[in-house]
């Protein structure tokens, strides 16, 4: 008796342990509003690009007699064909050309110019001047150095040329650059950088071998933001140039909806779709370093 007794007791702790481990259900609510508005935004986004897209897909006939919103019966690629003998390949290649010039240049100088500044640690006033300067190129838009722009491209006799766009392109992309840049590189532990001295590396060599590789995501983040907002550019190329020849897409596009094409929507939205597709693959290309560089720079 007295061993049922004992066994009766030993059972009584582990059924209510076994009660006390069991994990309570989890009563929280789905977040329907937050779902809706997801799949509004997620709308808002997608049904414009479909529009564009089927659209350039449909005869001009076939878009005034149709839904807009329709999938075409007979698709057809004339509208890119027509586009594409328009001269859209030479404006293709001088977007190709001003974004090149102006992401490659302003992407190394501005590196260059953050390790500089990191690694000076506040003892030289001349680099703190200079970020200084650097901080204050962010708060002047645009829109208000178009007349100074447009003077001194006159005066050093560039007008009407490839390299109006590219010069003005660099002097606005360093300063982001180098502030995005120079928050990646103070990031980096220091004790990397004395080990590398202690080695008997040159600071060219630290650039290079330690800083770039480490601080790639920031790199590859702000030569994506560069060239879309060079690919983008309307105001420099309307004011910075006159032939036809000197056109980037963005002013080549303003173009077909005022001349020939005015009419032609079709055609219009073919020439959009060619202009979204080299960003398009730039972006599925440098995805990954691109949202590496954007999250390390939110957690850090």
Same mark, same amino acid.
């Given at each position: 008796?007295?061993?049922?007794?004992?066994?009766?007791a030993?059972?009584?702790p582990?059924t209510?342990?076994?009660?006390?481990?069991?994990?309570?259900?989890?009563r929280?609510?789905?977040n329907?509003l937050?779902?809706?508005?997801?799949?509004l935004?997620?709308?808002?986004?997608?049904?414009p690009?479909?529009?564009i897209?089927?659209?350039?897909?449909k005869?001009?006939?076939?878009y005034?007699?149709?839904?807009?919103?329709?999938?075409?019966?007979?698709p057809?690629?004339?509208?890119?064909?027509?586009?594409?003998?328009?001269d859209?390949p030479?404006?293709?290649l001088?977007?190709?050309?001003?974004?090149i010039?102006?992401?490659?240049?302003?992407?190394?100088?501005?590196?260059?110019?953050?390790?500089?500044?990191?690694?000076?640690?506040?003892?030289?006033?001349?680099?703190?001047?200079?970020?200084?300067?650097?901080?204050m190129?962010?708060?002047?838009?645009?829109?208000?150095?178009?007349?100074?722009?447009?003077? @001194?491209?006159?005066? /050093?006799? #560039?007008?009407?040329?490839?390299?109006?766009?590219i &010069?003005p392109?660099i *002097? %606005?992309?360093?300063?982001?650059?180098v502030?995005?840049?120079?928050?990646?590189?103070?990031?980096?532990?220091?004790? @990397?950088?004395?080990s /590398?001295? #202690?080695?008997?590396?040159?600071?060219?060599?630290? &650039?290079?071998?330690? *800083? %770039?590789?480490l601080?790639r995501?920031?790199?590859?983040t702000?030569s994506?933001?560069?060239?879309?907002?060079?690919?983008?550019?309307?105001?420099?190329p309307l004011i910075?140039?006159q032939?036809?020849?000197?056109?980037?897409l963005?002013?080549?596009?303003a173009a077909?909806?005022g001349?020939?094409?005015?009419?032609?929507?079709?055609?219009?939205?073919?020439s959009?779709?060619l202009t979204?597709l080299?960003m398009?693959?730039?972006?599925t290309?440098?995805?990954?370093?691109?949202?590496?560089?954007?999250t390390?720079?939110?957690?850090?």
């Amino acid at each position: 008796m007295t061993v049922t007794h004992t066994s009766r007791a030993a059972k009584r702790p582990a059924t209510s342990g076994a009660h006390g481990r069991r994990p309570a259900k989890s009563r929280q609510r789905p977040n329907w509003l937050g779902g809706l508005v997801s799949w509004l935004w997620l709308a808002v986004v997608l049904i414009p690009i479909y529009w564009i897209v089927v659209t350039s897909l449909k005869t001009q006939s076939n878009y005034y007699l149709t839904n807009p919103f329709a999938p075409p019966g007979d698709p057809t690629l004339d509208n890119y064909r027509l586009v594409i003998e328009m001269d859209f390949p030479l404006y293709f290649l001088n977007s190709i050309i001003v974004a090149i010039g102006t992401v490659i240049p302003s992407v190394l100088f501005s590196f260059m110019a953050a390790y500089a500044i990191v690694r000076s640690s506040g003892a030289s006033r001349f680099l703190r001047g200079v970020n200084s300067l650097f901080l204050m190129g962010l708060a002047i838009p645009l829109q208000a150095t178009v007349i100074p722009v447009y003077l @001194l491209i006159i005066k /050093m006799q #560039l007008y009407d040329s490839l390299t109006a766009l590219i &010069l003005p392109s660099i *002097a %606005f992309a360093i300063p982001l650059s180098v502030l995005v840049l120079s928050n990646f590189i103070r990031d980096v532990p220091k004790e @990397l950088f004395e080990s /590398m001295r #202690l080695d008997g590396a040159t600071e060219w060599k630290t &650039l290079w071998g330690l *800083a %770039f590789p480490l601080t790639r995501p920031a790199v590859v983040t702000v030569s994506i933001y560069n060239a879309l907002q060079v690919w983008n550019g309307f105001l420099l190329p309307l004011i910075l140039t006159q032939s036809p020849d000197k056109r980037t897409l963005p002013l080549a596009l303003a173009a077909f909806q005022g001349g020939p094409y005015g009419v032609n929507v079709p055609a219009v939205l073919a020439s959009v779709v060619l202009t979204i597709l080299p960003m398009l693959i730039l972006y599925t290309v440098g995805r990954r370093q691109l949202l590496s560089g954007l999250t390390a720079g939110f957690g850090k």
